[in-house]
């Protein structure tokens, strides 16, 4: 219990970065380059979902079921640490591939091409953390430690970068280099601590073929459920008026910082859930009440604190009502995946996000979730239809969760 609570308000902590950077960014006068930042961070926030949830996962149930990381680790762990450096190695390599072809049609990334290519330094140095590893060790500080420097490098890169009159372009590029040198040094510094003598070879990148070839439906399912963060990202590098990405981006990051909570509430509970020992119903529904507790706090009190906000940036006030609009389907949506949360640790538990049949189910659900987004880009092409098209999305995507549940659950 305490493990979880240090976790969760830690991250929570280290999830409200991205509103002071914002902050920041929001009063540059170069509208261009903060669009893109914003654009670059969707990106690295979407591409660290999908990695993790597709590699890691089984990683950490097989750490704790051998007994965790300790002195005398298992050798099976070490093997698994492994595979997930090749696993890791396999997935930035097709990455950057995806990532130039993306650079090269989504015109908002064109338009600075060689800086936007440049930035997947960023997305690598963002991604490349060890969570998994460390909690399932009694070190998970470790990560907390590592990722509050992460975060820290981002604002001090940025406020010089702004001193100095940088290119901020460029800006992502230094920060995922800074970000990729503090994750090698904390996993180094945590391989010492336990004598984890880790072997990178050749030949551990091609068993790590091996092993998502075995879990080709989890990659499979988790690349679908990303499906509206990742249109939500693409469809926003259309809009071609920049300012309203600045309005819509303002609100959306206040939606990603309280969404965040929910990543880290299920990054949090899900090792305990893990456990031989469990947790129990008491304790479940105590945690849970605290979490929509504090979930429907944080949204009645960003929503009523709007105001201010629209008063220290400085926006015309012709566009506020476009910003309270946005504002509200964001967290309407905070709402629709809060109550998800339940559902989508049934599923994680019990094998269920590697099924053939989750696949059909969540298959339909993202052509649907496309044609949502294209339907509203064509006809409409303003910010708010993307926040009326993830509302739409996250709803389609509780619905198919409901689905499987109710499909499965006398059969697991």
Known sequence: MK????????????????????????????????????????????????????????????????????????????????????????????GFIVWVIMCSVIPLLHQSMTASIFSYIFIIGHNLNFYWMYMSSNKEYLFIISNFFARL????????????QLNLSYLMAIVGIGNTILAIEFFKSFCKRYNLKISFT????????????????????????????TCVTIFTGYVKNTELVLVYGLAEKIFLAFRAMLGVFVNSIYPIFC?????????ASLIFGGFYSSILFACLFI????????????????NNNLFYTCLFYLLATILIISINTPWFL???????LNTSYSTIILFITSLIIIGVFI????????VVSITKSILIAETLVLLAYLVIYFTKRKYV
């Open 275 to 283: 456990s031989k020992e469990g947790i129990n119903r008491k304790k």
């Open 346 to 352: 049934w599923l994680l538990l019990k094998h269920q």
């Open 153 to 164: 490098l981002l604002l001090l890169v940025l406020l010089l970068f702004i001193k100095f």
């Open 3 to 94: 493990k979880f609570l240090r976790v969760f308000y830690s991250q929570i902590f280290n999830s409200f970065f991205p509103i002071l950077i914002i902050s920041i960014l929001i009063n540059l006068k170069n509208k261009n380059d903060v669009a893109l930042i914003f654009l670059m961070l969707n990106f690295a926030n979407v591409y660290l979902l999908f990695s993790d949830y597709s590699s890691n996962i089984n990683f950490l149930k097989n750490a704790i079921a051998a007994g965790g990381i300790h002195k005398n680790t298992a050798s099976s762990i070490i093997k698994d640490i492994e595979h997930y450096l090749g696993i890791k190695t396999i997935i930035f390599t097709i």
């Open 375 to 382: 339907f509203n880009t064509i006809f409409f092409n303003g």
């Open 303 to 318: 929503y009523f604190l709007s105001p201010y906000l629209l008063q220290y940036f400085h926006f015309p006030s012709s």
């Open 202 to 229: 050749q030949t551990t990148i091609i068993e790590s073929f091996t092993i998502i070839k075995k879990d080709i439906p989890l990659v499979v399912n988790n690349f679908l459920l990303m499906s509206p963060s």
